[in-house]
């Protein structure tokens, strides 16, 4: 696919093909887009509507020439922790290159997924089922998370269980189902959102994928990887944004003058989504039997000086902590719709 310097960022980020895309006007490349980009950019951004393509070009672009020997490629490729890059002759696109083309390498990823919560609030479905089990259209929300590691190239997947972990183990055994190996964490005591980390018996050698087990999200988690990767970051911290409708008129204060009155705005913030990107050294920070949440491992790893990077996602995220997540859920998985 190629894209337009006019398009709409957000909209060619969902667009995008294994995270690139040239641009071309007029017949001719002008730069290239990576998902990594745009996403830098949407963190400085207050008005994503506003952004175009032009706004967000690699810069070097991300190009190679036809007569580039693959190792040359390959370096490209592995340097910036891109899937492709654009052939480029005198500012004529030919074709592209990806890492199935020159055999680039690709960090392992391991994923831990949290799924030892009781779902309380979702009681009483939660009283037969626990609530990664949960149907949410024609899979359940662990299931769904499956698929999306398969389609992410993530081999090794770690289920960090608790309440009626044996329901969990009997629906997902050893993962081939879904094209993934499953193996399992078992708290004794809940550990909270990171200490069950403590139990891997071994450290990965590539970055590790902490989710939970109680989200619905269309986010492919390769390129947040990638993006990890890409920033030399200790952790990556996924984001999504939430807005919150003031319903006054709010006063612009300069010591006792009156500067500015907004009238009614819309504020809006980044929140942490529960997608977090590790460097396999931030397990040394996670205390053994110990109950340990992100945020506590987040704040260590800044104490300790290590970089901590935001990912801002803009695909369907859906936390379903309660009914009403739940009831959006299911409307999406009936209506496809992208509900925010």
Same mark, same amino acid.
Not at 74 to 95: K, P, T
């Given at each position: 696919?190629?894209?337009?310097?006019?398009?709409?960022?957000?909209?060619?980020?969902?667009?995008?093909?294994?995270?690139?895309?040239?641009?071309?006007?007029?017949?001719?490349?002008?730069?290239?887009?990576?998902?990594?980009?745009?996403?830098?950019?949407?963190?400085?951004?207050?008005?994503?509507?506003?952004?175009?393509?032009?706004?967000?070009?690699?810069?070097?672009?991300?190009?190679?020439?036809?007569?580039?020997?693959?190792?040359?490629?390959?370096?490209?490729?592995?340097?910036?922790?891109?899937?492709?890059?654009?052939? +480029?002759?005198?500012?004529?696109? =030919?074709? &592209?290159?990806?890492? !199935?083309?020159?055999?680039?390498?690709?960090? /392992?990823?391991? *994923?831990?997924?949290?799924?030892?919560?009781?779902?309380?609030?979702?009681?009483?479905?939660?009283?037969?089922?626990?609530?990664?089990?949960?149907?949410?259209?024609?899979?359940?929300?662990?299931?769904?998370?499956?698929?999306?590691?398969?389609?992410?190239?993530?081999?090794?997947?770690?289920?960090?269980?608790?309440?009626?972990?044996?329901?969990?183990?009997?629906?997902?055994?050893?993962?081939?189902?879904?094209?993934?190996?499953?193996?399992?964490?078992?708290?004794?005591?809940?550990?909270?959102?990171?200490?069950?980390?403590?139990?891997?018996?071994?450290?990965?050698?590539?970055?590790?994928? +902490?989710?939970?087990?109680?989200? =619905?999200? &269309?986010?492919?988690? !390769?390129?947040?990887?990638?993006?990890?990767? /890409?920033?030399? *970051?200790?952790?990556?911290?996924?984001?999504?944004?939430?807005?919150?409708?003031?319903?006054?008129?709010?006063?612009?204060?300069?010591?006792?003058?009156?500067?500015?009155?907004?009238?009614?705005?819309?504020?809006?913030?980044?929140?942490?989504?529960?997608?977090?990107?590790?460097?396999?050294?931030?397990?040394?920070?996670?205390?053994?039997?110990?109950?340990?949440?992100?945020?506590?491992?987040?704040?260590?790893?800044?104490?300790?000086?290590?970089?901590?990077?935001?990912?801002?996602?803009?695909?369907?995220?859906?936390?379903?902590?309660?009914?009403?997540?739940?009831?959006?859920?299911?409307?999406?998985?009936?209506?496809?719709?992208?509900?925010?």
């Amino acid at each position: 696919m190629t894209l337009s310097p006019t398009q709409p960022a957000v909209e060619a980020l969902r667009a995008l093909e294994a995270g690139f895309a040239p641009v071309l006007e007029d017949g001719r490349v002008v730069g290239t887009v990576s998902d990594r980009s745009i996403r830098r950019t949407l963190l400085t951004t207050a008005d994503w509507s506003a952004l175009r393509v032009a706004d967000v070009l690699d810069d070097p672009p991300l190009t190679v020439s036809p007569s580039t020997p693959d190792v040359e490629v390959r370096a490209v490729l592995e340097r910036n922790h891109v899937r492709a890059v654009a052939v +480029v002759d005198d500012d004529r696109l =030919v074709g &592209t290159r990806t890492v !199935a083309d020159v055999e680039a390498a690709i960090p /392992a990823t391991t *994923a831990v997924v949290m799924a030892g919560g009781k779902g309380s609030r979702l009681q009483p479905l939660t009283d037969k089922v626990p609530k990664p089990l949960l149907a949410v259209g024609r899979a359940s929300i662990l299931e769904r998370l499956l698929e999306n590691f398969h389609e992410a190239l993530v081999g090794d997947v770690w289920l960090a269980v608790n309440y009626m972990s044996e329901m969990i183990e009997d629906r997902i055994g050893d993962g081939s189902d879904w094209g993934v190996r499953a193996r399992y964490l078992h708290e004794e005591q809940p550990l909270h959102t990171a200490g069950a980390l403590a139990l891997l018996p071994e450290r990965p050698e590539g970055p590790i994928l +902490v989710t939970h087990a109680d989200q =619905v999200t &269309t986010l492919p988690f !390769a390129r947040m990887v990638d993006y990890h990767l /890409a920033e030399g *970051a200790a952790i990556t911290v996924g984001a999504f944004y939430h807005e919150v409708a003031v319903p006054y008129g709010v006063l612009r204060i300069d010591e006792v003058a009156l500067t500015e009155i907004d009238e009614k705005p819309t504020l809006r913030f980044p929140c942490f989504a529960g997608f977090t990107v590790l460097d396999p050294a931030m397990l040394d920070l996670v205390p053994p039997a110990t109950v340990f949440s992100m945020v506590d491992l987040i704040e260590a790893a800044r104490a300790a000086g290590h970089r901590v990077v935001v990912f801002p996602i803009v695909e369907m995220w859906l936390d379903i902590g309660n009914w009403e997540e739940l009831n959006r859920a299911l409307l999406w998985s009936v209506t496809g719709e992208e509900v925010m």
